[in-house]
């Protein structure tokens, strides 16, 4: 690709009190592109997030957004990037058109009503544009604050975990509109703990204990993790998980309705694992998921962890 | 229902109400604000209440103003100082120096000896001794001058023997003339109403401030503001000016009513007065954002807030006289802005300080300015980040 990436940090590390909560991370996303931050709760999702937006300064580490160096350039960052923060962070006891207009000032937009006007007519609120924010229901509230982290078109969009507590109606025209901005340009960095909104990114990234463990396209991810994963089809096949998570050569195996996922590096032994429940339980291979991938990576660096603690 | 399943539904109740207190104890005990709400606060009042506040208040300053330096003077000290309510400051003999004393505030009392006292003492002829007192607070100056006219008298009547015990027979061997200064009706209001200006202010300025950025922390609105292009010290200037318009409406509407309601005289500068309150207002602004930088959360910052403004009520000598507290009460009431700020009201509005009567209490007041505003930049910052 020939342009320059929208991200590009190299090393970056945070420590909270000696505690590392993020390890060196490397990360690049070209513009344009939707990546998708995944991880456990506690792994550094936002912290990252908050590094590359220059609410916080990194302890180790270079990178530069927009061409801009992260250490020297805070302020320039900020004026080109909209960040949605996972609490709600506008104001209750403002109305949508006023938190819109703040907003508006705050990043000293010219055309500021007609902008307001705009995004009110985009986001469907129009006709609410009195009702104070605060007495808004979730997914609302979501749609406005993703309105006013775009208000100001920024070239990059920070999301962390926008979705969550969102019914899916919602999530879906959430995603919608995301993947609208990415169609225009707008480069898009969301952390989720979503499988089915992971799917939707063009590349993901996962994170575990503060560590960049993945990296690439969904297909990239799955194929690298090397799993192989066989469902088992039978009566009270859902129940065996237990039994045979425990047996060599299964790295998990998890209960998907009346049926079971067990999934393994190896494919002879997770084979054989499985074959004293044959008379009764029909084994058949298929695709490991990305959440089998991310339960793996989580339980191999969580042994690391403890290990190296 | 039998009596064996009422026990068990009774004993079930019990277990749950304990379930719900031991979670409230041990709520309470991690949450620092109850902590010292519980031991401190009483603490505090008991020590402010039963050793600091005394509404009689003894060994108030005097200085006397001797224009004839006689042997009388001495015996006149001695009976004051006997009395216990005053403590002879200082013995002074340029005329009109006892005056510029007790504006300044340096002393509460100045008895004025008159030229050819001793003479005239002598003679019968019932020289006139003036006391004047500064009675801005009628509280503190009461019971001290209800004590000086007999003092006076038993002192000269003891020095008066022999030939010249006839002069003391009859009646009080000197005319013992009263000047209660700057509050001569002694209108309690007319001290109060000054004093609550400043409380006013304290009171809402801190409070809101203290409260205005930790809402922002705890809502997570914060956040959102600082990854815009606002910088964190615009953040914080933005947050203070409303609050000093605020101020300044409080301001206007106490004064109005100070004058028309409880006509309150005013005998100083408007402008003084109106600066000095803007450095008040500013000073207790940079103290409610140096609590809010403090407090993680908006009932912590609401307990800073009162654990501040019990001791300004207390010891500012707002509500009971200042001289009446003893010495470490008094030291910890310099340290609070109030103190010197109700000094300035009351020096401005009562006595009509100008700027260079003001300039000591206004000085200490721009220094508490400087250090907090620079604590409050530095903690500011680092909650920030």
Redesign the interface.
């Known amino acids: 690709m020939s342009e320059a990436p929208a991200i590009a940090v190299r090393g970056l590390t945070k420590r909270f009190g000696g505690r590392t909560v993020v390890d060196h991370v490397d990360l690049i996303v070209q513009p344009g592109r939707i990546c998708g931050f995944l991880g456990p709760n506690g792994s550094g999702k936002t912290t990252t997030l908050r590094m590359i937006c220059g609410l916080i300064i990194p302890d180790e580490g270079e990178g530069e957004v927009l061409g801009l160096n992260l250490r020297s350039r805070r302020n320039a960052i900020k004026g080109q990037i909209g960040y949605m923060t996972q609490k709600f962070g506008l104001f209750g006891d403002l109305t949508i058109r006023e938190n819109l207009q703040f907003i508006g000032r705050v990043y000293g937009l010219d055309r500021l009503e007609s902008r307001v006007d705009a995004a009110l007519e985009k986001l469907g609120l129009a006709s609410r544009a009195d009702q104070m924010a605060g007495k808004l229901s979730g997914g609302w509230k979501q749609r406005l604050a993703l309105a006013a982290a775009v208000l100001h078109e920024p070239r990059i969009l920070l999301l962390d975990e926008p979705t969550a507590g969102v019914d899916p109606q919602a999530r879906r025209d959430f995603w919608d509109q995301i993947h609208g901005l990415a169609r225009d340009g707008m480069t898009v960095l969301v952390s989720t703990h979503y499988m089915d909104e992971a799917e939707r990114c063009h590349e993901i990234a996962y994170i575990a204990y503060g560590v960049m463990l993945a990296r690439g396209t969904t297909a990239e991810v799955i194929a690298a993790s090397g799993l192989h994963a066989l469902q088992g089809e039978g009566p009270g096949a859902d129940r065996l998980a237990a039994e045979i998570e425990g047996r060599p050569g299964v790295a998990m195996a998890a209960p998907f309705g009346t049926t079971l996922h067990v999934c393994g590096l190896d494919p002879e032994a997770l084979r054989e694992a499985v074959r004293p429940w044959d008379d009764r339980v029909r084994w058949h291979e298929t695709a490991p998921t990305l959440e089998d991938v991310f339960i793996n990576l989580m339980r191999t660096a969580e042994d690391n962890s403890v290990i190296s603690a | 229902m039998n009596n064996a399943a009422k026990i068990s539904r009774f004993a079930m109740t019990v277990a749950r109400i304990r379930a719900m207190i031991f979670k409230e104890i041990r709520q309470a005990i991690r949450d620092p604000g109850t902590v010292a709400m519980m031991f401190i606060m009483p603490i505090m009042q008991l020590m402010i209440f039963g050793y600091a506040i005394n509404s009689d208040p003894r060994h108030l300053p005097l200085a006397i103003e001797a224009n004839d330096n006689s042997e009388y003077t001495r015996s006149i000290t001695a009976a004051l100082t006997n009395t216990g309510y005053f403590r002879v400051h200082k013995i002074v003999s340029d005329y009109g120096e006892g005056d510029r004393l007790i504006k300044d505030g340096e002393v509460q009392f100045v008895v004025t000896i008159p030229p050819d006292f001793s003479r005239d003492l002598v003679r019968g002829k019932r020289p006139q001794l003036l006391v004047t007192a500064d009675a801005s607070d009628p509280a503190a100056t009461g019971p001290a001058l209800g004590a000086i006219g007999d003092a006076i008298n038993s002192a000269l009547r003891h020095d008066l023997i022999g030939p010249m015990a006839s002069r003391t027979a009859s009646q009080s061997p000197v005319d013992l003339v009263i000047h209660k200064s700057y509050n001569p009706e002694g209108i309690t209001s007319h001290n109060t109403v000054p004093g609550l200006l400043a409380i006013i202010l304290s009171m809402t300025m801190v409070m809101q401030t203290a409260m205005s950025v930790t809402r922002e922390v705890e809502?997570?609105?914060m956040?959102?503001?600082?990854?815009?292009?606002?910088?964190p010290v615009e953040v914080m200037v933005g947050k203070i000016v409303p609050y000093l318009i605020m101020g300044a409406v409080q301001m206007t509407v106490v004064l109005l009513f100070s004058s028309f309601v409880f006509h309150v005289p005013f005998t100083g500068s408007l402008p003084l007065l109106v600066g000095v309150t803007l450095l008040f207002i500013a000073v207790s602004l940079a103290l409610g954002f140096t609590f809010s930088t403090i407090a993680g959360n908006q009932l912590f910052a609401m307990q800073l807030s009162f654990f501040y403004m019990l001791p300004s009520i207390l010891l500012s000598g707002f509500a009971f006289p200042f001289r009446g507290m003893p010495r470490w009460a008094q030291l910890l009431a310099e340290c609070l802005p109030t103190t010197h700020y109700i000094r300035l009201v009351r020096g401005i509005m009562l006595k009509g300080w100008d700027i260079s009567m003001a300039a000591p209490q206004a000085g200490v007041l721009t220094v508490m300015l400087l250090v907090l505003v620079f604590i409050a930049v530095r903690r500011y910052q680092d909650t920030i980040?």
């Not at chain 2, 956040?223 to 910088?231: G, I, S």
């Open positions: 809502q997570g609105t956040e959102n503001l600082l990854a815009t292009p606002l910088r980040a």
